[in-house]
């Protein structure tokens, strides 16, 4: 199964946000919770976390990368 990450909302005001750091590339073994990637809004840095274990399948967005909240960021490949 297929599992999309998406950059998150980080507050009310904020509509985008720069991905900074990768703490994973693709093809890399994830954990649900385990630290995946680094963003920074122009409010706050935060470390976001794997929604699911699985493969890091695809990595969409790279780093110094700014996109809108909403947009999928990378998929995970989950075990059926």
Do not use: Y
Not at 7 to 19: A, D, F, K, V, Y
Not at 26 to 41: M, R, S
């Amino acid at each position: 199964m297929k599992i999309e990450v998406i950059m998150p909302q980080m507050g009310e005001s904020i509509t985008e946000g720069t991905l900074i750091k990768w703490h994973k590339k693709k093809g890399d073994k994830v954990n649900k919770d385990e630290l995946l990637f680094d963003i920074a809004t122009d409010k706050v840095d935060t470390e976001i976390p794997s929604p699911a274990s699985g493969v890091l399948a695809e990595v969409k967005v790279f780093e110094n990368e700014t996109v809108d909240v909403g947009t999928i960021v990378a998929i995970i490949e989950t075990d059926p």
